[in-house]
């Protein structure tokens, strides 16, 4: 059993929101054209909305427009405004299937349409989709953040879809660019050199992420330079990876799976005395039931190792009471079994024994 190198982080990109921002910028001199006075009128009433802030408002102006108006020559760009708010609030199946119908806009950039198409269409893992309205777009012509996010965008398209080079070469130009976006890029273009084997390169990219002040991407790249010490053998490299996440990003996500991190690292190298340390102090801190199991275990276990066989039995049978399962189970109880042989705790051997069988 081993820490996980942990996934792509799933959740609304703030930079990309911000350049798409950036990319709507101010209101355009508003043409009625084609439009109804009803619909030109109903389309300036929710784009008011939305640059306001009002994004509920502004949905619900929008879907109002989007089925009174379906045919609007500004039909798209209402479909592309929803698909901001949507994104924005974290509904990426309805941004995704807004942007599904947008084609040519009128009044919304080009280039902010393809942005967010490639970000929804990444979080709906749909990466060839992602990279046909990516790899339009030239990045060096953009302004330097969303030109960074292109490139961003496209070194993870590439990757999830197995083309490891054309990652690496996105995510380094990235990175190489002064924007907000670089620790993102350095972040994934590690989880690239990973893949690719290059450790040391891997490990690199990471401690340029890890000095970042974005604290998500700074204790993500922590825990994923844990991770693959941990893999690599590398057990105290890898707990001085995961004791950085705990000291300085406790209410990070990647805090909990840094403590099973570090206590598996430290079990492994068999330091039992500082895993059940770790243990102890830290069990209270722990959020996932996942996170908790695993730390239940591996703190019995260590007491066990250490002769302390009593205190091991009971942290061994709290974790049987917390709905541990599957093969993790089986090992608790043989676990368990064997502290109770050693207390000549003979009758509730037996039972546990029933249970083993």
Not at 37 to 66: I, M
Not at 137 to 152: C, D, H, M, Y
Not at 157 to 168: H, P, Q, S
Not at 346 to 352: F, G, I, S
Request: hydrophobic content about 45%; glycine content about 6%; aromatic content about 8%.
């Amino acid at each position: 059993m081993k820490p996980l190198v942990c996934p792509t982080i799933r959740r609304p990109d703030l930079v990309l929101l911000l350049a798409v921002a950036t990319l709507i910028g101010p209101a355009p001199a508003f043409a009625q054209g084609e439009s109804s006075a009803a619909a030109h009128q109903q389309f300036v009433f929710a784009y008011r909305l939305l640059q306001r802030g009002e994004d509920a408002q502004a949905a619900q102006a929008f879907d109002e427009f989007l089925g009174k108006f379906p045919r609007d020559i500004k039909r798209n760009d209402a479909a592309y405004y929803r698909a901001v708010i949507a994104h924005r609030a974290g509904d990426n199946q309805r941004a995704a299937t807004l942007l599904d119908s947008v084609t040519t806009t009128t009044l919304a950039p080009a280039d902010a349409v393809a942005l967010l198409k490639g970000q929804v269409f990444i979080e709906a893992a749909r990466f060839d989709d992602a990279l046909k309205a990516l790899e339009p777009l030239s990045a060096p012509a953009l302004a330097p953040e969303i030109g960074a996010s292109v490139l961003r965008l496209r070194g993870v398209a590439y990757r999830r879809l197995g083309n490891l080079d054309a990652a690496a070469a996105q995510l380094r130009q990235a990175a190489d660019m002064e924007t907000s976006v670089r620790p993102a890029a350095m972040l994934d273009l590690a989880r690239v050199l990973a893949r690719q084997n290059k450790l040391d390169d891997a490990l690199a990219a990471l401690g340029e992420a890890i000095r970042s002040t974005d604290a998500n991407v700074a204790s993500e790249a922590g825990r994923l330079a844990g991770d693959l010490c941990y893999e690599a053998g590398r057990f105290d490299q890898a707990a001085e990876y995961y004791y950085t996440v705990m000291q300085r990003w406790q209410t990070s996500r990647a805090f909990g799976p840094s403590v099973v991190g570090a206590l598996w690292s430290r079990f492994s190298a068999k330091r039992y005395e500082e895993v059940a340390a770790t243990f102890e102090a830290l069990k209270g801190n722990l959020a996932e039931h996942a996170d908790r199991l695993e730390a239940w275990y591996l703190g019995g276990s260590a007491l066990r190792e250490l002769g302390k066989y009593d205190q091991a039995a009971a942290r061994l049978t709290e974790l049987l009471t917390s709905g541990v399962t599957g093969e993790r189970r089986e090992k608790t109880l043989f676990k368990l079994a064997q502290c109770l042989l050693e207390t000549a705790r003979y009758d509730e051997l037996r039972q546990r024994l029933d249970q083993l069988a």
